[in-house]
């Protein structure tokens, strides 16, 4: 086993990685850029190395300066958790060269997964079915022009070294295609240095139905069922959930095989997940995900596995702890993930302090994040802020927990998008499942109306009470001394500034 | 003593009067009974409806949260001269962002929701776009300059 890791990432994942290391003794480094020295994760792991500023192409990108952090603290592995370098095969090959684990699938594999022709290759030739597509001759405007012409518009235009959502495009007619490229181009070179692009059909109203996968370095490959991650915003996902509501046992079946066949053609190892789009019971290849995903804790949280021990003990070169016939869901669970941006002005990311953060709790309630009350949150980082999973015998007792969480739910001193999912759970197709991957955005309007009147009223008089409490400095006259908890509401004040 | 406060979202503002734990908004009938809770939070008792907030204050505004969602106040002393942030003609960064792109010169005829200018904050691409059509006054910005909500990008006639 390993015994010191470094975690080349931030946030909720480093804190989430952190958290198995020490169940299992193993030691972890943390390290962290400029904006990032007093954040959660530098404060909960053993030791901490600063990498540079907050840019994170200078920080957590900056591949020298990781590794040698790592040779510093004498640290045997490194977990990329998800974004940054975790599908980065030159980071990867490079750890396998100084004799570090990489935590993660082999260099070889993240590169062949890694390119999406590549990795449709690889799996159609295993008989997974793909979306039908075209790889441009060239890069040159034309060619690309040519490709779409080829698969027929609608098309999608993808970045080959993609993910998230950046550098892809929709085009519907040929008008579109040459404003769509040079968008597609400039954003994959910015989030990926890569500005390489191919064109796949575009499946309409589809669902999008992932499978997570662990495998060994032994020869064994299990999945871990299904998750629904149809809920998403310009391909961002914002809900997630597991079972899927729509899978039939006999898409299930196939579904999983074919994910499972698809990791055994590739040689895959560690954990990872496949992604497919889904037409009623078709399902099309769209992209493997060699890492941790951020959805993970729904597929934890319905068979019991820990994702992150599990990536430990197969990085070391243990077997797995269990067969395809020992996994079972139990139940059901969603994720609903809190980002600072403002629902009402065209999910803006927001900056701001975090005046006051309070976690929810409860039965069925794991709340994964990596701020706390008093930090800043940045311009430099991605605007999650938190992820709420909740989990239950049924489908409806874990949506009523999830809802339940997302009201007591407090953070203040920035917007965010609570509001919004709390109108999705709410909403009568989500939850009957009649849903797609462009549905947030044919239904906007449904997710967005600003709070009724009376909940502003309240408001109203409570911003009037604390400005007047603010400006008078002193005791207020609705308090009756010490309260029994020493929390004081009062007490938060400082002197006047307006 | 009661004091009058001015409190607006942005969108709206209400006169709002404050005497000790009991406030009234014009225009609307009956108190509003504001109360610390012993948990931090914050009882408002409104024609026997009680809600339950939590409250901060920030440097130049005060945040509420109620039911999971939250909103920014302004609040001003009714007497003082301060007014809230007027709508104008000036198009700003909603964030603190660097520019992409620009795609106006002063002189430009735009039509509503053409993009003027594209920052870029978080990875991610925000196209700021005409409000209605008009004719752009002056453009202050340029590509690759990190730029502050305060500062204004685009003028519009």
Partial sequence: MMRRVLIANRGEIALRIIRACREMGIRTVAVYSEADADAPHVMAAHDAVPIGPPAAAA??????????????????????????????????????????????????????????TAARAAVAQAGVPVVPGNTPKSQEAADVLDSLARVGYPALLKASAGGGGKGMRIVRTEAEAAEAIDAARRE???AFADGTLYVERLIERPRHIEVQVLADGHGSTVHLFERDCTLQRRHQKVIEESPGPTVTPALRERITQA???????????????????????????????????????????????????AQLLVASGERLPFRQEDLTMRGAAVECRVYAEDPSANFLPQTGLLLRYREPQGPGVRVDAGVREGQE?????????AKVITSGETRDIAWARAALAL????????????????????????????????????????????????????QVALAAVMADAAMSGSASPGRAGETATGIDPWSTFGPVAW | MAAQWRVSNGQREWLVTVDGTSVTVEGVDGEFVVMPRPDGRWSITHADQVSTASAARADQSIWTEMDGAGTEWQAHPASSRA???????????????????????????VAEGDPLVVVEAMKMEMPLRAPSACVVK???????????????LVELE
């Fill in chain 1, 407 to 458: 009201r007591g739910f407090e953070i203040l001193g920035l917007r965010h998008n609570i509001p919004f999912l709390l109108a999705l759970l709410g909403h009568p197709d989500v939850r009957a499942g009649r849903i797609h991957t462009r549905f947030i955005e044919e239904h906007l309007a449904d997710f967005t109306a600003p709070a009724g009147d009376d909940a502003a009223l309240a």
């Fill in chain 1, 59 to 116: 920080s957590y990108l900056n591949v020298p300066a990781i590794l040698d952090a790592a040779s510093r603290t004498e640290a045997d592995a490194i977990h990329p958790g998800y974004g940054f370098l975790s599908e980065h095969a030159g980071f990867a090959r490079r750890c396998e060269d100084r004799g570090l684990m990489f935590i993660g699938p082999p260099s070889p594999v993240i590169e062949r997964m890694g390119s999406k």
């Fill in chain 2, 138 to 152: 002056a453009v202050h910005c340029q590509v690759g300059e990190l730029v502050q909500p305060t500062t204004v």
């Fill in chain 1, 377 to 385: 949150i940045t311009v430099h980082y991605d605007p999650m802020v």
């Fill in chain 2, 83 to 109: 007014r809230h942030r007027v709508v104008d003609d000036s198009i700003r960064s909603p964030m603190s962002a660097t520019v992409v792109s620009v795609h106006v010169t002063a002189g430009s005829a």
């Fill in chain 1, 188 to 190: 994959a070179d910015r």
């Fill in chain 1, 259 to 309: 994910a499972v066949a698809a990791c055994r053609a590739v040689g895959y190892v560690n954990a990872g997940t496949i992604e497919f789009l889904v037409s009623g019971e078709d399902f099309y290849f769209l992209e493997m995900n060699t890492r941790l995903q951020v959805e993970h804790p729904v597929t934890e949280a319905v068979t019991g596995i820990d994702l992150v021990r």
